[in-house]
């Protein structure tokens, strides 16, 4: 059986790290690098880094920060934000990145997904979504963009399937619902686009205690799950994670 990945997740605004709730009130916490250090010491099978603030300002994302993680740590890590053409892919990549996430482009323009994984390998584009409950979608979710500023009316679940047949090779199931609230992963839709697609699914948005994760590997079937803001506070380690998963069965990396 693989082994669940466990992966934070630094949302970066104008340089820092920062942390709010359903994507609002967010708190400065630190330098990405820094904290990026610490978590792939501590444990993380990988990180992933999002300009929070680049598709909204419709800039490029921080090439700087990224080369100056792929320099500090020696982990897979995803940046997303800001990824607006095959250059700005390219660049991010070469810069350090393992992966790029594509969230709004992709959304406005989707050949973006079959470009990046004809020129990169579908294992380089990862599929960034943040849906929110509507009861006008089939699936009973709404494919949200740019920050959860703009409500698109595109399915969750018919969007994962198409963006896997398009060459996507990850899909990260962002829940604005769940974000930041520490009750649980969004395990209805994460179980839903696990169903329906063949890739990994990151469940994401949510964490608040060990248990959480077991319930997106066990009963939503996530390959992955993303922490933020319960490591952040320093009232969990990934070690303790890790350990607490191991001990009730799950599948995890131990690298300490």
């Known amino acids: 059986m693989l082994k669940k990945r466990i992966i934070p997740c630094l949302d970066v605004r104008n340089g820092r790290v920062t942390k ?20 792939s010491d501590g444990g993380a099978d990988e990180l992933v880094f999002y300009d929070i603030t680049a598709s909204a300002e419709r800039r490029p994302i921080d090439i700087g920060m990224v080369g100056a993680v792929a320099r500090a740590v020696r982990i897979p890590f995803a940046v997303g934000g800001g990824i607006a053409s095959l250059p700005d892919m390219e660049r991010a990549i070469l810069a ?10 992709a959304v406005r323009n989707p050949q973006i997904i079959a470009d990046g994984a004809r020129a990169f390998g579908s294992q380089c584009i990862v599929l960034g979504m943040d849906p929110v409950k509507s009861a006008g979608c089939p699936s009973g979710y709404e494919i949200t963009t740019r920050g959860f500023r703009e409500f698109t009316g595109i399915d969750a679940v ?14 990260v199931v962002n829940s604005v619902d769940a974000d930041g609230t520490r009750e649980g992963f969004e395990l209805e839709l994460t179980g839903k686009i696990a169903a329906a697609v063949g890739i990994p699914v990151v469940a994401s948005g949510g964490a608040g205690k060990p248990r959480h994760f077991a319930d997106a590997f066990d009963i939503a079937h996530a390959d992955a799950a993303i922490v ?11 070690a303790q994670i890790k350990n607490e998963l191991a001990a009730a069965g799950t599948p995890v990396r131990m690298t300490w």
């Open 158 to 171: 018919e969007w994962a399937k198409r963006a896997e047949g398009l060459g996507a090779g990850e899909i």
């Open 228 to 238: 933020a803001g319960m490591i952040h506070s320093g009232e969990w380690t990934i």
């Open 20 to 39: 709010g709730v359903k994507f609002k009130n967010n708190i400065d916490l630190g330098d990405p690098v820094e904290m990026a250090v610490s978590y």
């Open 96 to 105: 350090g990145a393992e992966k790029v996430s594509v969230n709004s482009l």
